[in-house]
């Protein structure tokens, strides 16, 4: 095989892979919207794809890529249903292809992918599997991303997804955007799941990709949405401003989060004359829009982020204002990984000792947690405990999914010290 050949399978399979991440939630929207069906919509997406993988190579890619995946994807629905159709003698296919009854009311937005979220995010469904089934037809992830990304086995993660899918189907779980009216009771879910979203794409769980900007873009849009749909007013256009600022204010990060050879970058290493300056003006004034309102998960981690944002070093860090927002988040949203970040806090306030303390009362609750063990670590290291704080980095890199953190948390391990090895029954050595 030479290389003019070589190349072009590559310029192919960037080109598959550019489009895939471009226009599968679009698709697989379009189809749930034309047939009602998440199982039709996302498996002949899936579809359309391989027929590319196999066509485009010995056709060349299509000048609209996007309109040949949508129209064979159409089409292999449309024969999916006419087999069923003649296997189970109704006529489904000919109700489907003249079809003169008045479309279904799609709410308040008309936008396919923002039905799709809202449909995946039916409180019908368990909030695991909301975001399972987010993850999988609107950002396209693989059943094997997803189950990297709760920690579970691909299988199970399989099953969770048809489960939900089938759940939908079976509770008849309209694919539209609720009514105004019926927007408060829905929003918080629908946030939480955009969040994770949010964090998939910016922490990925991909062996190839540390940070997905398709996931992270998709979220911060699909966020915008919600938040036009809301009140001015309402505590729910609160936090969903709060949601959206978070979102923009990390998002800005993203080009200097990652070094050249894909290695994660900490916040205080991190170059702030790459940070995007027009996301972060955007974020903090959403910040300073909604601060008048009550403090709320999403508010109070967008204030947090802003504090960082708005600090031109790392030195000139407000740690005093992020411990306390840190205190308010842990009073109405308590849970070990807000404390785990304000004993972060905490150590650049006070002292690495305190935070250490603060760590150590969280084994219980966090010790399947990479991030725990990777804080545990960089604590241990600058109270001086080496050898127990290579075991704790041990331990974060073998819970750790993001490749960008393993070749860091290999780096900072490789960095200590060659020590003896602690007695095993030293407190925290079997972390």
């Known amino acids: 095989m030479g290389d003019g050949t070589v190349t072009r399978i590559a310029d192919v399979d960037a080109a598959i892979a550019r489009t895939h991440r471009r226009e599968w939630a679009l698709v697989v929207a379009g189809l749930a919207r034309r047939f009602g069906d998440l199982d039709i919509a996302e498996e002949t997406a899936a579809e359309a794809f391989a027929t590319a993988v196999e ?85 396209g992830l693989t059943v094997a991303e997803i189950a990297r990304a709760f920690l579970v086995k691909e299988r199970t993660m399989g099953q969770r997804i ?44 991909s062996a190839s990709a540390p940070i997905r900007r398709d996931l992270t873009g998709e979220a911060i849009r699909l966020t915008r949405l919600v938040r036009a749909l809301l009140p001015r007013d309402s505590d729910a256009r609160g936090e969903t401003t709060g949601l959206l600022a978070l979102m923009l204010l990390t998002e800005a990060r993203s080009s200097a989060r990652v070094s050249a050879d894909g290695e994660l970058v900490r916040l205080d290493e991190q170059d702030r004359g790459s940070w995007d300056h027009v996301l ?60 785990l970040n304000r004993a972060i806090a905490v150590a650049e306030l006070d002292s690495p000792d305190v935070a250490l303390a603060m760590v150590e009362r969280l084994a219980g609750a966090l010790h399947e947690h990479h991030a725990f ?3 545990r670590a960089e604590l241990l290291r600058l109270v001086g405990r080496s050898a127990e704080a290579r075991y704790a980095y041990d331990r974060a890199i073998s819970l750790a999914v993001n490749s960008a953190e393993t070749a860091h948390l290999t780096r900072r391990r490789a960095q200590l010290a060659v020590t003896a090895r602690p007695d095993p029954h030293q407190n925290g050595a079997s972390s």
Not at 60 to 75: D, L, S
Not at 111 to 134: G, I, K, N, W
Not at 178 to 195: F, I, K, M, S, T
Not at 298 to 317: F, K, M, Q, S
């Open 373 to 375: 063990h990777a804080a």
């Open 280 to 339: 972060i003006d955007e974020g903090l004034a959403l910040v300073h829009e909604c601060e008048p309102g009550p403090p709320g998960r999403y508010r109070l981690l967008a204030a947090i982020n802003a504090a960082h944002a708005a600090a031109p070093h790392a030195r000139d860090t407000d740690w005093a204002r992020i411990s306390h927002l840190y205190g308010q988040l842990e009073r109405i949203d308590p849970n070990p990984i807000v404390t």
């Open 162 to 205: 048809t489960r939900a899918k089938a759940r939908i189907r079976e509770t008849g779980v309209p694919y539209r955007v609720p009514d105004r009216e019926d927007l408060a009771v829905r929003v918080a879910g629908v946030l939480a799941v955009l969040y994770l979203v949010f964090n998939e794409g910016y922490f990925s769980a």
């Open 55 to 139: 066509r485009w190579p010995l056709d060349g890619v299509p000048p609209n890529p996007g309109a040949w995946i949508t129209t064979t994807a159409h089409r292999k629905a449309i024969d999916r249903l006419r087999r069923e159709a003649r296997r189970d003698g109704k006529q489904r296919e000919a109700a489907l292809l003249r079809d003169d009854s008045p479309p279904e009311p799609t709410g308040a937005i008309d936008d396919d992918r923002l039905r799709l979220v809202f449909t995946c995010c039916h409180p019908a469904l368990s909030l695991e599997a909301r975001v399972a089934l987010t993850l999988r037809i609107v950002g």
